[in-house]
């Protein structure tokens, strides 16, 4: 078992930015998944970003936020991070720490609770 917890979100204007963070009660594998996902008022979850660390650094982001948030692992303090710049009103939406664990029989997702960041002037 491993417990999640988000922190950084919060109201900013477009155009701004926000850093969330996501601390693991105990270490995660580095080549297992972290990543962040988001949920906006009445549509799907959606994956955001995602970070391994195997050999090298491997990342996926979302079309919709590439160029503005940069994902990023501390193996070291069991945390990883989500620099989110040029906020638009569409990234809007609940956002949740999500880690991939993987076992010899199945891969399992934890969650954390999420945190709500708002983009409005």
């Known amino acids: 078992q491993v417990q999640l917890a988000e922190s950084g979100g919060g109201l900013v204007q477009p155009g701004g930015s926000l850093r969330l963070s996501c601390a693991a009660s105990r270490s995660i594998f580095s080549g297992d998944a972290m990543g962040w996902y988001r949920q906006a008022p009445g549509k799907q979850r959606e994956l955001v970003a995602s970070i391994t660390i195997t050999s090298g650094t491997s990342t996926n982001y979302a079309d919709s936020v590439k160029g503005r948030f940069t994902i990023s692992r501390d193996n070291a303090k069991n945390m990883v991070h989500l620099q989110m710049n040029s906020l638009k009103p569409e990234d809007t939406a609940v956002y949740y720490c999500?880690?991939?664990?993987?076992?010899?029989?199945?891969?399992?997702?934890?969650w954390g609770q999420g945190t709500q960041v708002t983009v409005s002037s």
């Open positions: 999500n880690a991939k664990i993987r076992t010899p029989w199945r891969i399992n997702d934890y």
